[in-house]
């Protein structure tokens, strides 16, 4: 069998394989679209209150939530903004180093354009994969802070006659924070901050593992210093919590496996460590010159991408 036979039924091959999934943006819009929509709407109800949160009763006079409040080392907008946009630029300066060098820059430019928005895909499904359930969780466990006198201050002065009762029913009276607080003052469990900090430091930690350190790279500390960088990231969001009398530790503990839950299940359920090949064309060995290395490399496109 000559070349151009081969190269027709590997050609026939590829357009069996893909020929089921010849249409899949009308499925993505008719049924993925609505439905994470409808997530993320009723994520934000659940944060924002409109949704009512179950509240759990507490001890007059608890020490555990007595705590001062101390506002946030590292603020929500903070983090979500952080947790959007740093994943975008690491995916698109990494991917760039992986196109081929002889490409024209419009087609480099493409490819790596639809590589950092498949990944950014993938990432960002696992990202309100983690969200959902921990606002699932914050309201039915409906958890006090520890700072929740501070912020709520519970009408239950008559109630609390020796010190020690046990109250299930009570409204927030505090003048000193809005209403979003004094809701949130009984959503302590499990952290939030923690679970998106692991998730987006640890994913954009395994990816750089996967996509560009190796051992003859010309620098062998760039990669690991940026890998430390985002798991640092990742503790200071979660252990900022404590020190900022916002959860207690079995918060943050709960809220830190759930981040590496979900990272896991969208690195390896998702896209399968970012470890298959793009293309039958893809399994040839480029030459890269970049800032970090210089050799040759087999193209180990994510199974996103395809």
């Not at 430390?228 to 020190?243: G, H």
């Not at 210089?294 to 395809?306: F, G, I, K, Q, V």
């Given at each position: 069998m000559d070349s151009a036979e081969t190269h027709n039924l590997r050609r026939d091959l590829e357009s069996q394989q893909t020929s089921p999934s010849r249409n899949p943006w009308k499925w993505r819009l008719l049924c993925d679209a609505p439905l994470l929509i409808i997530i993320i709407l009723l994520t934000g109800l659940f944060e924002l209150g409109v949704i009512p949160s179950y509240k759990v009763g507490f001890y007059c006079n608890d020490?555990?939530?007595?705590?001062?409040?101390?506002?946030?080392?590292?603020?929500?907008?903070?983090?979500?903004?952080?947790?959007?946009?740093?994943?975008?630029?690491?995916f698109w300066l990494t991917e760039l180093f992986h196109v081929d060098s002889s490409s024209s820059v419009r087609e480099k430019l493409l490819q790596?354009?639809?590589?950092?928005?498949?990944?950014?895909?993938?990432?960002?499904?696992g990202?309100?994969?983690?969200?959902?359930?921990?606002?699932?969780?914050?309201?039915?466990?409906?958890?006090?802070?520890?700072?929740?006198?501070?912020?709520?201050?519970?009408?239950?002065n008559k109630a609390?006659?020796?010190?020690?009762?046990?109250?299930?029913?009570?409204?927030?009276?505090?003048?000193?924070?809005?209403?979003?607080?004094?809701?949130?003052?009984?959503?302590?469990?499990?952290?939030?901050?923690?679970?998106?900090?692991?998730?987006?430091?640890?994913?954009l930690t395994w990816y750089l593992q996967k996509r560009v350190f190796k051992w003859r790279n010309r620098s062998v500390v760039?990669?690991?210093?940026?890998?430390?960088?985002?798991?640092?990231?990742?503790?200071?969001?979660?252990?900022?919590?404590?020190?900022d009398n916002r959860h207690h530790w079995w918060d943050v503990l709960v809220g830190v496996l759930i981040g590496f839950a979900t990272v896991y299940y969208a690195v390896k359920v998702l896209c399968n460590e970012f470890s298959d090949i793009q293309?039958?064309?893809?399994?040839?060995?480029?030459?890269?010159?970049?800032?970090?290395?210089?050799?040759?490399?087999?193209?180990?496109?994510?199974?996103?991408?395809?």
């Open positions: 020490p555990k939530l007595s705590f001062p409040f101390k506002g946030d080392t590292v603020s929500m907008t903070a983090l979500i903004v952080g947790a959007a946009l740093i994943p975008i630029g690491v790596v354009t639809q590589r950092t928005g498949q990944l950014n895909m993938i990432y960002l499904y990202l309100i994969f983690n969200l959902s359930l921990v606002e699932v969780m914050k309201g039915i466990t409906g958890s006090p802070r520890p700072n929740f006198f501070a912020v709520c201050q519970p009408d239950t609390c006659q020796n010190g020690t009762e046990y109250i299930t029913s009570f409204e927030c009276t505090s003048t000193n924070f809005s209403m979003y607080y004094k809701n949130d003052s009984f959503r302590s469990f499990p952290s939030g901050h923690a679970s998106i900090g692991v998730y987006w430091g640890f994913f760039f990669i690991p210093f940026l890998q430390m960088t985002f798991m640092s990231l990742a503790a200071v969001c979660a252990l900022t919590r404590i020190t293309s039958i064309a893809s399994e040839e060995n480029q030459t890269e010159k970049t800032p970090i290395f210089n050799h040759r490399r087999e193209d180990t496109s994510p199974a996103c991408y395809r």
